[in-house]
């Protein structure tokens, strides 16, 4: 909330699953406006019975019970022209509208300092013809000396996603960061899957037994050892980072002035209103709906959903395709190379085997976890370069170059390593 009403910040977009309290935050943000800066708001809804609802539902019992907007409001529950169900205009000469995004003409005519989306996602990519919401919609805001806009929603579906390209137009993706209460490692929470050695975890047929595990040193987490409030935002594409979105820095620690345009997500294992049990029974409900996992994806995660390209292959026919090494390096491989992707908290290393004809096999897929800055860590790194395979002659066989990614980390990093490691065939 602080960022949206941070007069530094000109765009804020939230991708967001159910339950995180963004229809508070917008009503929050939107009276500070009127009460305190005194400023003209718009917010758009996907469709005009929405907008309708959302002013008599939450406008209107918003203002009746907060004493300061009410002591602006002589209207308050009666008929009159600056009391309607499109328009609330304050004592103080603030106006605030609520429109349904579907039409064109409600991106007309009005100048406002603040623009607010609810549900992004919902709205046409086209309105009626004439372009997009949030392009229509921040024509409105070109003439205030402190525009604002402000996009929220639960994602739907990749690549047609209004919020999803919303986002995707900012240069900062922010992640809530929290630290575990027994290592002290600072980590985005994931729901991960049975593959990962992180995020959700529960034991058979027991929700109730649900904890998070630490991706750092594998720590078991509670939700009621969790203390989000040491938690800081980090943006996974810069590294600048904030704590309570009026104050930011670098990835250094430096202060730096707020961005132009920032997006947040948020999605519900960080809720107040909801626990971890619930979110695993809502994940064994989805498996039993054939829509469900969709569902589950948009509103528990928060995250856009792929729908699936091409015919569906029954995972049985795809195992029998299976060829079974009788070795860890199949008998045609001559040659082992490896590539090495690095993270901001691991490193992944993938071995392959290549034989004649540009054959490839793959032999190995190592995963190293930890910070990349970390002695430790590249320790482990050096060992699984220098890990010895075995052929299917009964020879032992080493890897001949390495490719490793100096993305996502300080480059340095990899530069120094690939001089002082006692493997000489790196490239980055």
């Not at 372009?131 to 739907?156: A, C, N, Q, Y």
């Not at 008998?331 to 992707?341: C, F, N, P, S």
């Amino acid at each position: 909330m602080n960022c949206m009403g941070n007069d530094q910040v000109r765009t804020v977009n939230l991708i967001k699953s159910a339950r995180v309290g963004y229809t508070k935050m917008l009503l929050g943000v939107v009276g500070y406006f009127i009460e305190h800066k005194s400023r003209n708001s718009l917010l758009f809804q996907p469709t005009d019975s929405a907008a309708e609802d959302f002013m008599k539902s939450h406008v209107e019992a918003t203002i009746r019970n907060v004493p300061c907007l009410k002591d602006l409001s002589p209207w308050l529950g009666r008929k009159h022209r600056d009391n309607t169900l499109t328009l609330k205009r304050f004592s103080s000469g603030v106006g605030f509208w609520c429109l349904g995004g579907a039409a064109a003409k409600n991106y007309r005519e009005k100048s406002v300092d603040v623009v607010c989306y609810d549900e992004l996602s919902s709205f046409e990519p086209d309105v009626e013809k004439e372009g997009s919401p949030t392009l229509l919609g921040d024509k409105r805001i070109e003439g205030s000396v402190w525009p604002k806009s402000i996009r929220g929603s639960t994602p739907k579906i990749k690549g047609t996603c209004q919020i999803e390209k919303a986002a995707n137009e900012s240069a900062h993706f922010m992640r809530f960061y929290v630290p575990c209460p027994h290592c002290g490692e600072a980590q985005y929470l994931k729901f991960g899957d049975e593959s990962t050695p992180f995020g959700l975890k529960w034991e058979k047929d027991s929700p109730e037994s649900v904890f998070y595990l630490c991706e750092h040193h594998g720590c078991v987490i509670h939700q009621s050892e969790l203390d989000q409030s040491n938690g800081r935002w980090i943006c996974e594409n810069t590294g600048m980072w904030t704590r309570d979105g009026l104050m930011f820095f670098s990835a250094r620690g430096d202060e730096i002035p707020p961005p132009r345009s920032i997006t947040f997500h948020i999605w519900t294992a960080y809720s107040p209103f909801t626990t971890w049990i619930q979110i695993v029974y809502d994940w064994l409900d989805a498996l039993k709906d054939p829509n469900g996992l969709k569902t589950f994806v948009n509103t528990t995660l928060g995250e856009t959903w792929e729908e699936a390209v091409g015919e569906k292959l029954d995972h049985q026919v795809l195992m029998d395709k299976v060829v079974r090494y009788t070795a860890a390096v199949p008998a045609r491989v001559v040659y082992l190379t490896a590539g090495i992707d690095s993270q901001r908290n691991r490193f992944e290393m993938y071995v392959w085997g290549w034989a004649p004809g540009e054959e490839a096999f793959l032999v190995d897929k190592i995963i190293i976890m930890g910070r990349p800055d970390e002695e430790e860590t590249l320790l482990r790194v050096d060992a699984a370069i220098n890990k010895k395979y075995c052929h299917a002659d009964g020879t032992e066989m080493t890897i001949s170059r390495v490719c490793w990614d100096t993305g996502g980390i300080d480059g340095e990093i990899v530069y120094q390593r690939s001089k002082n490691t006692v493997f000489s065939g790196c490239c980055r």
